[in-house]
């Protein structure tokens, strides 16, 4: 049906159906128009523009300019305000300025005879001044994706760069990198200029002198991360923190090429945290910002304008974070120096569901998730040490299938040496069936698998772990076997010894074992001698153990042979194996660095008490920084 159509049934001509359906009738007659109106009713006619109308309604449309689209950074933050525009009904048209003057004045005025309704943009960095005049004038509403100027006309939102770069910088620094490089983008880029202006003031802070050689001009490319970290790399940095992730990614490839390792031989830092940053081999570690609420936060503020409402805070600052991944470690010169530190102990899988009670006999209780967590009071130990600073070796034993796969991936993963770990093709590796209640009870059934083929001869193998290392760390409840051979080649290879034990050892045991640090559960040595405490330890001294610890819910007791009783209350933490593992592991790193008995006791006691270990997850250590700031209050 068409106008003409229209105009012959209702015998008039085609412009006098125009003429009404337009309203521009005056000169027609009203019994002329009710009939063409009838008509039109009568056949259900809709004009053409009408329907046009109809299948696109009038949307307010918006404006994005970004300098490079490639980048997922700026498509994160699309992401963010097309999803807020689509719940209000608005459309976004993006352009890419390449962080181009020109090209942006162009988009602007483009946008403009589109007659869109505001700009969410990153102004370039060699004019941003013409960029906000040219959108003053304009009358368009505009959200600034930066700080560009102290005194705003618009709305900007923006991170604080510099102390994010202080942040990633200073975490390098804490890791023991002194030769650091950095890339920047260009010199008018001003989150560039902030992000530099950070790294300079860490470098500062901790006494490291500015060696501008390690500062590159990069352009925010992959490509031009890759020249120069090659050129970094040349330059002989242990570290290189890139000033966007593209860049990092590009730090990646120089590194492959120049047959390096990360985070062995060099270690990594990026800016953005965009999603490729965890598909890295290793993950890479990055500043996150957060990208899609400032996208989304921007959206909002243009339709809030557009709707009269007045926003009156004019500075939008976004906080930041460093996602520590896989990609920074110590540099292998500061790993060298460090004394080694032995782990003996049993490596299993944890297989744990969550219940709601325990079943019953013939019930089956049904669990909403599996987890499974690398465990053992040898990884507990191992990982607790590494975390610490311990240059560490695990000696144990894994068989050769998936679970043993996981355990040394995870062993790897938190920098623990496994030259000492057997991986057994005639065994599988052990692991333990956990179920866990809501008020954290727990039932368990262990495989102890290749823990059981644990020898004698393996110690023997790795005797140069031992004679190597200043301390040994050792889980007691490991074979008695492996324990009396530890014992022997420990004192042939005058390595100090810290023993662990979560469980009564038999006096046979105990009497084979000599010049240990025994760090034992209060309670259980209680009543598993029945004898007085003070009559027990004088027994353990008797067999030459130098120093007796006692961990219980009570607090930690230290009793010596040559140094006054000294005990730290510790009210209401529960002392479960896992943590008198992390404290062993704590005494023996700050011993083996040559510390007091007193403030190495001190400094394990701080580390139990700030780390957690609830049933069913890994055990949480802190970081040894803040154990060393209690330290020294």
Known sequence: MTIRDIARIAKVSPSTVSNIINKKDVLISPKTREHVLAVIGEYNYTPYQKVVEKLTPQTKLFGLLVPDIKNSFYAELLRGAEDCAQKHGCSIIVCNTDDDHGKEDKYIDILLQKKVEGFMIFPSGSHPEKVLDKLGKSGAYAVLLDKITDAPRFPQLYIDDEAAAYHATKYLIEKKHRKIGCITSAKHNKPSVRRLAGYKKAMSEMGIALDESLICEGDFTQASGEKWGKYLIEQGASAIFAFNDLMACGVYRAAIESNLGIPSDLSVIGFDDIYVSELLTPPLTSIKQPTYEMGKKAMELLIDMGAGKEDTQINHLFDVMLVKRGSVRMPKSELDNRKKLAVVGNLHMEIVG????????????????????????????????????????????????????????????????????????????????????????????????????????????????????????????????????????????????????????????????????????????????????????????????????????????????????????????????????????????????????????????????????????????????????????
Not at 361 to 380: A, D, H
Not at 599 to 625: D, H, T, W, Y
């Open 354 to 633: 969550r219940v709601n009670q325990f079943p019953e006999c013939g019930e089956c209780q049904p669990t909403p998730e599996v987890q499974y967590l690398p465990s053992g009071l040898g990884s507990v130990m191992a990982i607790s040490a590494a975390k610490l600073g311990g240059n560490v070796q695990m000696v144990g034993r894994v068989g050769a299938d998936a679970y043993g796969k996981e355990l040394r991936a995870f062993l790897g993963k938190n920098h623990v040496g496994l030259d000492g770990l057997t991986v057994d093709n005639t065994c599988e590796t052990g692991f333990a069936m956990v179920s866990v209640t809501p008020d954290a009870k727990t039932r368990e059934v262990m495989f102890y698998g290749a823990n059981e083929a644990f020898s004698a001869r393996q110690i023997e193998r790795h005797m140069q772990i031992f004679a190597e290392s200043e301390y040994c760390v050792i889980d007691a409840g490991i074979p008695a076997g492996v324990l009396s051979t530890v014992a022997s080649v420990c004192e042939k290879r005058n390595c100090k010894t810290v023993l662990c034990v979560t469980s009564p050892l038999s006096k046979d045991i105990l009497e084979t074992l000599q010049g240990y640090i025994l760090v034992v559960p209060g309670a259980s040595l209680r009543e598993s001698n029945g004898a007085v405490l003070a009559e027990r330890l004088a027994v353990n001294f008797e067999q030459g153990f130098e120093q007796v610890v006692l961990l219980d819910e009570e607090g930690i007791f230290s009793y010596s042979a040559s140094h006054e009783p000294w005990q730290y209350p510790l009210p209401g933490k529960q002392c479960l194996p896992a943590l008198q593992a992390v404290f062993a592991a704590a005494l023996a790193v700050w011993l083996s660095e040559g510390q007091p008995w007193r403030q190495a006791l001190r400094f394990a006691a701080g580390v139990m008490e700030l780390a957690c270990a609830q049933p069913g997850s890994l055990v949480e250590i802190p970081n040894r920084k803040d154990i060393e700031n209690i330290l020294t209050r």
